[in-house]
């Protein structure tokens, strides 16, 4: 495990949201700070009830957090890119212990911040605590809308507002559509929805009957005018 303490490269903190309003001088002093750690595609970080000890950030890969329910399925509460940071509700928290389960995606460099450190940092600087509070309210928002999906939805229609989501985000313009590339399994991506690959391609091959989108590969699809005009449709 290896300590960022080299001057020129600051970006275990300069990535973070929360820091990046801090000087040079002190991105620094949070690096002599950070740990470094590289993982393997489909390690786990940690699991629900193990004690908190660290902030993660995602420095490079992907990470998904998830619950698992009683007969082993998973159901993906968030996906992690570069940048991201998790972990941090549990450390302020009486029980100290993680509330879900964390795993790699994809060969995945993490930096690691103790409980005590993060503290300390956030005393000394009391704009970092108002940042983290803003990400925390942002992602209760973020929280509040995932359960209503999965609550009020259809899986079709919990996919539709992720392919338009994403198409914005991420999509290629082309003239044929948005050219999106999916970099998920089918089974992951099932998981993000809370179902089974089998309904998953269904759903797709569904959209792709009704004109809503063209499945070029396994990875990439085309969203059409059509599913632009329309966010939800009848199941």
Known sequence: MDTCTNSQEHICASIVPIFKMLHL????????????????????????GDLAKHLYIVRFGRVKVYE?????????????????????????????????????????GICLLSRDDLKMIMHQNPEISTRIMQALTERLVYAEKFISNLTLQTIEQRLITWLLIMGEKEGVVTPQG????????????????????????????????????????PKQLLILDKLRHHSTLDN
Do not use: C, W
Request: no cysteine; aromatic share 8%.
């Open 68 to 108: 698992m329910s009683e007969d082993g399925r998973q159901q993906i509460v968030r996906l992690l890119e570069p940048g991201d940071f998790f972990g941090e509700l549990a450390l302020f928290m009486d029980e100290q212990h993680y509330f879900l389960n964390a795993e790699t995606l994809d060969d995945t």
């Open 178 to 217: 948005i050219r999106l590339t999916i970099n998920l399994p089918r089974h992951e991506l099932a998981n993000l929805f809370g179902t089974t690959r089998e309904t998953l391609s269904r759903k797709l091959s569904k959209l792709q009957t009704e004109g809503f989108i063209t499945i070029i590969s």
């Open 25 to 48: 001088t002190e991105l620094q002093k949070i690096n002599t700070l950070i740990k470094k750690k590289s993982y393997e595609k489909g390690k786990i970080l940690f699991t629900k």
